[in-house]
């Protein structure tokens, strides 16, 4: 138990990049994971199992120590605040939190309505600019709200901004830079720690390689 | 009138039913029986308390305080942690007693609105505090206590990490000068983000030495060896202080052998804010949380009026039950089964197997709808129905 490493990650691009920073950090992973939709994925070579999840559950497992690591977005961590460690910038899927709007917004005086995944980052963010704002919560495709009338503004995730301009939406301001980020559960922090500071080490090493390239 | 919730409990509230009660309890002497053998004395104080002394000097986050008002306007807390209890009592109730004060508790806690399982807002704790010694032994007494009781529990596999808040604050102010400024490095510590401390060391305008020798903080975790690297960052008067607290602890924790589960973690910085010396946490494998937390307060009774250093650790019960995992079977009982012309002799007969030691459950007959349902629950049934056997050949 204590030798083998359990990984949470979200499916899809994250993981891809994910694996193979780890591959090139020496990590024995196969080739390509075959069946797409396991929800755990085992690579025993390197003593490592990956559990597949939604982005925004990852620090539930790993806060929980169901899994030892995970890779977790800094939107997330900052939306959903959990008891782990924080202990490498990825550098893989960078993006950013921004709010956007109908170009031809104009503030309002009645009760302005702000419509996001993040709560608490929105909340948080128009706190700090001294704006009053209502925030509505949503779990996707959160361009639509000012296309329909449900909100002003919103805050979400800019990538390329693509789907913002597809949208007939701008950007308004830039709020946080966003990376995915290595997280650690601080009981298997102490318990295998001989095994993590060294995953830790050699995926630092390829990242800063990757950075100056 | 509304419906009765009869399912529904407050969040975060549990039930222990008779197979977890039994378990806990079991939990709970063997661990007590270690308490009482070093000497530590049990107290109980209420479970509310003013807001204004406990409340505040608890250092749990007000918003997970449970509050209400008594008839005087007064606001009230349930009891958040028992350091702060316990510091109240020494300095006022025992303040004749000569210290060093050494007590115990084991008590329920009250931490409101946790939002998802696994967090229960009543759990029970036990710990210990060493009020009034301010000696390396004392903190490696109270470890080696700590350790002693998660053994009696039957925890096998575990580990504590011990670090020093003098030796975080000693390093960060002697690099970044002011108090303020260290203070933003210990919150990213505090935090856990390693990821922000980082950013944070790199935007500072400082010498690329003083960066790295931020940097080695995050790597000061392991073994004795890392005091040295440790004692190379910084060795101002009170990181050398703190570094001397450490190996002389470690001395102390290795005449208790207690040095196999031991390991250092200097940048272990803890949530409870009067610690102001060594801190310790302790962790069982199975589990993902912190079993068992405890370090030394020594300013937390001056706000008491009776300043006195002091040390104590606590053990959460609730998760040491689940990383031991294993719920204890319910003791053999046995059924004595009667008719009332009989029950003088059931009753006879119970009481001396109860004499014996064992568990006997007295039921009568009509006082049950469904006898086999009854019955297939215990290992030996003893039946005293009807006329007894001696009556009948008296009758014949």
Redesign the interface.
């Known amino acids: 138990m204590r030798d083998q490493i359990t990984i949470a990650m979200p499916k899809g691009r994250i993981f891809e990049e994910a694996a193979d920073l780890l591959r090139k950090a020496g990590f024995n992973l196969p080739e390509e994971f075959d069946d797409s939709r396991k929800l755990i994925v085992d690579a025993p070579e390197a003593g490592i199992k990956f559990f597949l999840a939604k982005p925004m559950d990852v620090p539930t497992y790993v806060e929980h120590g169901v899994a030892d690591i995970g890779v977790a977005g800094k939107d997330v961590m900052l939306e959903d605040e959990r008891d782990v460690y924080e202990v490498l910038d990825l550098k893989i899927s960078e993006c950013y939190l921004a709010v956007a709007g109908l170009p031809d917004y104009e503030p309002t005086d009645i009760a302005p309505k702000v419509a996001s995944k993040y709560p608490k980052v929105a909340t948080e963010y128009f706190k700090q600019q001294g704006e009053q704002v209502e925030i509505i919560q949503l779990n996707g495709s959160i361009e639509l709200a000012p296309l329909v009338g449900l909100a002003d503004r919103i805050v979400d995730i800019v990538s390329t901004g693509g789907t913002l301009r597809e949208n007939g939406l701008v950007e308004m301001e830039e709020i946080v830079s966003i990376t995915s980020r290595l997280i650690v559960n601080p009981v298997s922090y102490r318990l295998k720690d001989a095994r993590i500071d060294d995953m830790i080490e050699r995926l630092a090493a390829v990242i800063e390689e990757e950075g100056t390239a | 009138m509304s419906q009765p919730f009869m399912f529904e409990k407050p969040i975060g509230m549990r039930d222990t039913l008779p197979a977890l009660y039994g378990t806990k309890r079991s939990l709970r002497e063997r661990m007590e029986e270690k308490v009482e053998k070093w000497g530590y004395r049990p107290i109980k104080t209420p479970s509310l308390e003013f807001y204004d002394t406990i409340g505040n000097a608890s250092a749990i986050l007000d918003q997970q305080l449970f509050k209400l008002l008594d008839q005087e306007g007064n606001t009230l807390v349930l009891r958040p942690d028992m350091t702060a209890p316990i510091a109240r009592v020494a300095s006022s109730s025992l303040k004749e007693e000569p210290l060093p004060l050494r007590l115990s508790y084991h008590t329920p806690l009250f931490r409101a609105q946790q939002r998802e399982g696994?967090r229960p807002a009543e759990f029970e704790q036990l710990g210990v505090e060493l009020v009034g010694d301010k000696s390396a032994s004392a903190d490696g007494e109270v470890i080696a206590l700590m350790a002693e009781t998660l053994h009696a529990a039957g925890l096998k596999d575990f580990?504590i990490?011990v670090g020093h808040i003098g030796y975080v604050n000693a390093l960060l102010k002697d690099i970044v000068g002011s108090e303020d400024r260290a203070g933003v490095l210990r919150r990213y510590l505090y935090e856990?983000?390693?990821?922000?401390y980082?950013?944070h060391v790199k935007s500072l305008p400082l010498s690329s030495i003083d960066k790295d020798r931020l940097l080695g903080l995050l790597k000061l975790?392991?073994g004795r060896a890392k005091l040295d690297d440790a004692r190379a960052l910084v060795n101002n008067g009170e990181a050398a202080k703190a570094l001397e607290d450490l190996e002389e602890l470690y001395e102390v924790l290795e005449t208790f052998e207690v040095t196999p589960y031991l390991?250092f973690?200097l940048n272990l910085v803890m949530h409870m804010e009067y610690y102001t010396g060594i801190v310790f946490?302790g962790?069982?494998?199975k589990?993902?949380?912190?079993l068992s937390s405890g370090g030394r307060y020594d300013e937390l009774l001056a706000k008491f009026n009776r300043p006195a250093q002091a040390t104590g650790f606590g053990v959460r019960m609730d998760l040491l039950t689940e990383a031991i995992g294993e719920t204890e079977e319910n003791r053999r009982q046995t059924l004595v089964l009667f008719s009332k012309e009989r029950r003088k002799e059931a009753l006879a007969d119970a009481k001396a197997l109860r004499a014996e030691g064992q568990v006997v459950v007295l039921q009568d007959m009509t006082g049950v709808e469904d006898v086999d349902r009854l019955t297939e629950q215990f290992e030996e049934v003893r039946s005293f129905i009807g006329r007894s056997p001696k009556e009948d050949t008296r009758d014949a």
């Not at chain 2, 856990?192 to 922000?196: E, F, P, R, T």
């Not at chain 2, 589990?287 to 912190?290: A, D, R």
């Open positions: 696994g580990q990490a856990k983000n390693y990821v922000g980082k950013q975790r392991g390991s973690d946490e962790y069982g494998s589990l993902g949380f912190p």
